[in-house]
């Protein structure tokens, strides 16, 4: 088993849904949660930083954390078509650490 | 947010040569550097970490003598592929770690070996 589950998709959804993007993890040492976002053939770029359990939102950007079920979401409002890209979940136990990463989810967002 | 800057973008080199690849944190001081390889639709796959002024630590797999790390500055870390062969083309990318923990990724190089 991966310490870090993320399902692959591809995820399709019409412009102008909410998308929620999920991972799910074995170690409960982590404590820091991140979510990239990468379009091909570029590297991928950091959307959310949260440190253990809780929400942060950023524009149509949220990122959620449960660390008792150990779980982590990412939700999109109002998606776009320039939101298509693959999404990778990571995370580490401590600041500065290597990353474990999900194996990312491919979004489609068709207007 | 920080930018790490990764350079060249694409290289095409002929089997046996050597290919060197840089990146460099632009704003921020990296004391820490991470190098992935990443294979077609699948997700980053860390090669090695860089520490400024110390020796590499490479993952189980991952050919030192290959792949030759270089962390010389604060700022500058650089990957050469030596000897290189058809089957190490693929896409490299690097991250470096703020003080704060947290890791921006350079836009990557794409390698191609004929």
């Known amino acids: 088993q991966k310490e870090v589950e993320q399902d692959p998709g591809p995820l399709s959804v019409p412009e102008g849904a909410i998308v929620s993007l999920n991972c799910t993890y074995s170690?409960?040492?982590?404590?820091?949660f991140m979510w990239y976002r990468q379009y091909s053939r570029k590297g991928p770029e950091l959307l959310m930083y949260?440190?253990?359990?809780g929400n942060k939102e950023d524009g149509r950007f949220t990122a959620q954390v449960d660390k008792s079920s150990k779980y982590i979401s990412l939700f999109i409002r109002d998606s776009q078509p320039s939101d298509s890209a693959t999404y990778l979940c990571a995370m580490c136990t401590n600041a500065g650490n290597m990353l474990t990463f999900g194996g990312g989810t491919r979004l489609m967002v068709k207007p | 947010g920080a930018v790490v800057s990764q350079h060249p973008s694409w290289v095409i080199c002929k089997s046996g040569t050597s290919v060197k690849i840089e990146c460099r944190s632009l704003?921020?001081?990296?004391?820490?550097m991470f190098w992935y390889r990443q294979f077609p639709k699948q997700s980053l796959m860390l090669m090695a970490t860089s520490n400024e002024g110390s020796k590499a630590t490479y993952e189980q797999g991952v050919e030192k003598d290959k792949f030759l790390i270089n962390h010389a500055s604060l700022t500058l870390s650089t990957l050469t592929v030596t000897s290189a062969h058809p089957e190490d083309s693929s896409f490299y990318i690097c991250?470096?770690?703020?003080?704060?923990?947290?890791?921006?990724f350079g836009e990557g190089s794409r390698l191609t070996v004929l």
């Open positions: 949260t440190y253990s359990s």
């Open positions: 991250s470096a770690s703020t003080s704060t923990g947290e890791l921006f």
């Open positions: 704003d921020f001081q990296a004391t820490t």
């Open positions: 170690n409960s040492a982590f404590q820091y």
